[in-house]
C-alpha cells in the first residue's frame, strides 16, 4: 500500500509522509549548527558575535528580490530568482558573487512573522547551494547596481519535509578594508514546498471587494432628466484601462472569490454611462468627459464575472457601522438610515447587475468588534459580521487557527478572516521587491497554517477595502498561486459562515474598551450625525410639499447613506464638506418655494384685501402647503375673523400664487404682519416674511359721529336763515305806501340774500374722492397696491 501511493496521480502514503518530516528535523540540525560565515578567516570566526557581525558586513551591499518563480516550486521545477545589487559601501566590491542559501524550514507562523521582520541583515543563513548555480561579479563599485538571476534546479536545494523553508540571496565579496570573503548583503524570503496534495486541505475564502470612495453628490442639473453631478472625475480613471477598479475586476474574473460590493459604486458607475456634470472647486458645473463607453464596459464586465456568481453587497455606500455604534446612536434616528441604505443596495444591485445578492453580512472595517458594533449591525438585517482575527483573538492555549465562523449569541455568526493573510497585501507594491516578498509571506502563512493540524478547517482572507491597482496585482497573483496549490481548496463565502464551528474557538466578543484607538480616532463624530439629522429632517419636511417627491427624495436619501460611508475615515475636511454641501443645496432647494418680501402697506379703509405672493422656481408642482398671515394685534386690525388665518397653496412649477387676506381696521395707526408658509402637520416651511400695515383712514364709527355732527351744523344754518328772510319781508310790508285800493304799490326785484358767484373769484375744489373702493374679487398682482 505504500509502494502504490508513490506513483504518479495517487496521494502519498502516511508512511511517505512520516519520512519527510523526520528528514527534515534530520536536515535542520546540522544545518543550525554550522558556522554561520563560511570561508570567513579562523580569527575572524572565533570572534565574539558582535565583532563577527561588524565584520561582515551585511549592509554593505543592497540586494533586492525583484521576482521569484514559481512561488510554489514542485519536484522538476527549477526555481529562478531575479534581483538587483547595488554597492552601498564607500569602497569597491571585489572577487563577488550572489548565491542561493536554503535555511531550515520554520514550526510556526510567529517565526515566519519575526523571519518577515529581520528579511534583510545579519547573519546569513543556512547554506550556499552548489558555487555553480551563483552568478559572478565584476568589481562593483560605490554606488553601482547590478542585475542578476539565479536558476537553481529544485532538486539541488535538497528540501526535505512539506514545509516552508527560508531561502536567501546573499552576496559575498571584499574590500580593500577588509580583504578577505566575507558575506556583503543578503535578502531573505519564503519558499512553500508542498509537492504532494495536503491529506486535509483548509477551505479557503477570498473576499475580493468593489468599492469606492464616494464621488456622486446629491446634487442633480437643472434639466427635466435630473442630470448627475460629480464632485470629480476621479472615478473615470479607476474603472478606465488600467485604473484600480479595472484591475481589480479583470484580476477577480480570472480567481475563484466571493465579490463584495458597495453597490453606491455600481450606481455611480451607472450615472456614467449618461452624460454628467462635474463640480469643480469654485462651485461651477461644467460637462464631465464622454466615459459612456468605459463605464458601459465596465458595468458589462461586472456583469458577466459575477453570473453564477455569490454576490455579497453591503449597505448602500458602505457605511461606517464602528462610526454608527460609538456616536450615531447618540443621535435619535440614525440606526433608521443603516436599514434604508440596506434596501436600497439589494435593489441597486439586482437592478443593475441583475443577480439577487446576499444582504445577510456586516463588515465593520478592519473587522475591529465589540458589543455596541455587534448591536448596530445586526440592526439592520445582517445576521452574520466579518470580523478578524486580531479583534475576536483566540485563546493562546489553542495550538492552531481555528475554522472561521463563531456563534457570537442571538442568533448572529461571526466569520472570522485571517489576520495574517489578510493584512499581507498593505504597504507600497510598487516596488518589485515588496511585491514579491509579500507574495512569499502569504503563501508561507497559508501553508503553516494547514500544517498546524490534520483537522478540515475554514479561512477567511478580507484584504483592505480598497486596495490600490499595484496591491490588488500582488494580491491575485499570491491567490492564484494559493488556489493552484496543494494544500488549499477554494469555498464560498456562505458555505464557510455555515460550517460546524470549531469547539476551541472563542465566541467571546471583545470589549467595548478593547477597540483599537488608532480606529476609534478616524470615527465621524457625533457632531457629524447631528448634522445628518438636521438635513433628513428638513428633507422629510421638504418632501411633503411635492408632487414628484421621488426627484427628491432618491438623490438626497442615498447621499444621507454617503455622508456615513467608511470611506471618509482619515478625510476629516473632506468628509465636512460634503456634508455641508449636501445640506446647503437640500436649502437652495426649498428656497425655491417661498414668499415674496413685501414693502410697507397703507390701509385706508375699514376693510381691504392684503396679497401675499408665493412664488415656486421648482422643476414641479408643490402642493400640500398652507400660507398663514397674522396679525400682530388683533384688536386693531384681524386677519379673517381672528388675529391670523389660513389658506391652502397650490403652485405650478415656475410660477407664482397670489393668495389675498381680508382684513378689518379697527383703528388707526402701523400693525406689524406677519406670513409664514406651513406643510400640512403644521411645520414651518422655509423663512417668515414680516411687514408693516399703516392704518390712515378713520373707523365706520368715527365717520358716523362727524357726519351727525355736520349734519346739526347744517339743520341749525337753515333755521337760522329761514327766521332772517321771514323778518325781512315782515319790516317790508310795514314800510311799503298803500294805493287807493290799500293794497301795497309793486316792488321792484327782490334782492338775492346769497351775492352770484364772481368769475374772477376760483371756487373751492371739491373733497377729494375716497380711494377706497368697494372690495375686489378678482386675482391681484404681486406688486404692493392693497385691493379694498
Known amino acids: 500500500m505504500a509502494e502504490a501511493a508513490d506513483f504518479p496521480g495517487m496521494s502519498p502514503s502516511p508512511a511517505r509522509r512520516l519520512l519527510r518530516r523526520t ?15 563560511t570561508g570567513a578567516p579562523p580569527a575572524q570566526a572565533a570572534a565574539p558575535a558582535t565583532a563577527t557581525a561588524e565584520a561582515t558586513g551585511t549592509s554593505t551591499v543592497d540586494v533586492t528580490v525583484n521576482a521569484l518563480s514559481p512561488s510554489v516550486p514542485t519536484d522538476g521545477d527549477t526555481l529562478t530568482i531575479k534581483g538587483k545589487v547595488t554597492n552601498k559601501g564607500r569602497q569597491t566590491v571585489t572577487d563577488a558573487h550572489i548565491g542561493l542559501r536554503v535555511g531550515t524550514s520554520f514550526s510556526g507562523r510567529t517565526q515566519v512573522d519575526t523571519a518577515a521582520r529581520n528579511s534583510t541583515g545579519g547573519y546569513p543563513d543556512g547554506t550556499e547551494v552548489a558555487s555553480k548555480y551563483a552568478e559572478k561579479f565584476a568589481d562593483l563599485k560605490p554606488g553601482a547596481t547590478q542585475d542578476f538571476t539565479l536558476s537553481v534546479p529544485v532538486k539541488a536545494l535538497n ?46 475564502t477570498v473576499l475580493w471587494p468593489l468599492i469606492a470612495d464616494t464621488g456622486l453628490t446629491a446634487e442633480t442639473g437643472t434639466s427635466e432628466d435630473q442630470t448627475a453631478v460629480f464632485d470629480n472625475d476621479d472615478l473615470a480613471d479607476e474603472i478606465g484601462p488600467g485604473g484600480r477598479l479595472q484591475q481589480m475586476l479583470a484580476l477577480g474574473s480570472t480567481l475563484d472569490v466571493t465579490w463584495v460590493i458597495d453597490p453606491d459604486l455600481l450606481a455611480s458607475v451607472d450615472a456614467m454611462t449618461e452624460s454628467y456634470k462635474v463640480k469643480g472647486a469654485d462651485g461651477k458645473l461644467t460637462s464631465g468627459k464622454d466615459h459612456r463607453a468605459v463605464a458601459n464596459a465596465w458595468l458589462n464586465d461586472l456583469q458577466t464575472a459575477v453570473q453564477g456568481q455569490k454576490v455579497v453587497t453591503l449597505p448602500f455606500a458602505d457605511p461606517d457601522l464602528a462610526s454608527l455604534a460609538h456616536n450615531g446612536t447618540k443621535v435619535a434616528g440614525s440606526l433608521s438610515h443603516l436599514k434604508d441604505a440596506t434596501d436600497a443596495a439589494v435593489k441597486t444591485v439586482d437592478t443593475i447587475l441583475h443577480v439577487t445578492p446576499d444582504a445577510s453580512y ?9 458589543p455596541d458594533i455587534v448591536k448596530v449591525a445586526t440592526s439592520a438585517g445582517a445576521d452574520k459580521i466579518i470580523a478578524r482575527s486580531d479583534s475576536l483573538r483566540d485563546n493562546s492555549s489553542l495550538q492552531y487557527t481555528p475554522s472561521a465562523a463563531r456563534p457570537i449569541g442571538g442568533g448572529t455568526t461571526a466569520v472570522v478572516a ?19 516578498l509579500a507574495v512569499q509571506k502569504f503563501l508561507a502563512q497559508s501553508l503553516m497554517l494547514d500544517l498546524q493540524t490534520d483537522k478540515q478547517r475554514t479561512a477567511v482572507i478580507a484584504p483592505q477595502r ?88 432618491t438623490p438626497f436619501g442615498r447621499a444621507v447613506d454617503r455622508e456615513m460611508s467608511t470611506s471618509w475615515r482619515g478625510s476629516t475636511t473632506a468628509a465636512d464638506g460634503f456634508r455641508t454641501g449636501v445640506s446647503d443645496y437640500l436649502s437652495g432647494l426649498t428656497d425655491q418655494v417661498s414668499l415674496i418680501d413685501k414693502s410697507e402697506v397703507k ?69 406689524w404682519v406677519y406670513a409664514q408658509l406651513y406643510t400640512e402637520d403644521n411645520q414651518p416651511y422655509g423663512k417668515q416674511i414680516a411687514f408693516q400695515v399703516d392704518v ?43 294805493d287807493d285800493s290799500g293794497t301795497a304799490a309793486e316792488a321792484g326785484p327782490e334782492d338775492d340774500s346769497t351775492p352770484a358767484a364772481r368769475a374772477d373769484v376760483p371756487q373751492q375744489p371739491s373733497d377729494p374722492t375716497a380711494d377706497t373702493t368697494s372690495e375686489s374679487t378678482a386675482p391681484s398682482d404681486t406688486s404692493e397696491r392693497v385691493d379694498r
Open 418 to 436: 485571517d489576520a495574517r493573510l489578510s493584512t499581507a497585501f498593505e504597504g507600497d507594491m510598487t516596488r518589485a521587491e515588496n511585491s514579491t
Open 696 to 738: 390712515t383712514e378713520v373707523t365706520s364709527t368715527v365717520m358716523l359721529v362727524i357726519a351727525g355732527g355736520v349734519l346739526l351744523l347744517v339743520l341749525a344754518g337753515f333755521r337760522m336763515f329761514t327766521q332772517r328772510k321771514r323778518a325781512t319781508a315782515a319790516k317790508a310790508d310795514e314800510d311799503a305806501p298803500q
Open 466 to 553: 480598497m486596495p490600490t491597482a499595484s496591491q490588488a496585482q500582488t494580491m491575485a497573483k499570491a491567490v492564484a498561486a494559493l488556489q493552484e496549490g496543494t494544500w488549499s481548496q477554494s469555498q464560498g463565502l456562505s458555505a464557510t459562515a455555515g460550517a460546524k464551528p470549531d469547539p476551541g474557538a472563542t465566541t467571546r466578543v471583545p470589549s467595548t474598551r478593547a477597540y483599537p484607538s488608532k480606529l476609534r480616532k478616524q470615527e465621524l463624530p457625533q457632531a457629524a450625525f447631528e448634522q445628518i439629522q438636521a438635513t433628513q429632517r428638513e428633507l422629510e419636511n421638504f418632501k411633503v410639499v411635492l408632487t414628484n417627491e421621488s426627484r427628491v427624495v
Open 159 to 204: 528540501l526535505g519535509a512539506d514545509g516552508v523553508y527560508q531561502i536567501s540571496a546573499a552576496v559575498r565579496g571584499q574590500t580593500a578594508a577588509l580583504p578577505y570573503p566575507q558575506t556583503l548583503g543578503i535578502q531573505r524570503t519564503f519558499l512553500p514546498w508542498q509537492p504532494d496534495g495536503a491529506d486535509t486541505k483548509t477551505k479557503t
Open 362 to 370: 456586516a463588515w465593520p472595517v478592519e473587522g475591529a468588534v465589540d
Open 23 to 37: 528528514g527534515a528535523l534530520l536536515a535542520a540540525t546540522p544545518l543550525l549548527a554550522a558556522p554561520v560565515l
Open 603 to 671: 390701509l385706508s379703509g375699514r376693510s381691504a384685501t392684503i396679497p401675499v405672493s408665493v412664488q415656486n422656481n421648482l422643476w414641479q408642482d408643490v402642493d400640500h402647503l398652507k400660507l398663514r398671515l397674522t396679525s400682530d394685534n388683533g384688536t386693531r386690525l384681524k386677519i379673517g375673523d381672528g388675529a391670523s388665518q389660513d389658506q391652502e397653496v397650490t403652485i405650478a412649477s415656475g410660477h407664482s400664487q397670489s393668495v389675498k387676506f381680508t382684513t378689518t381696521a379697527k383703528a388707526t395707526g402701523p400693525v
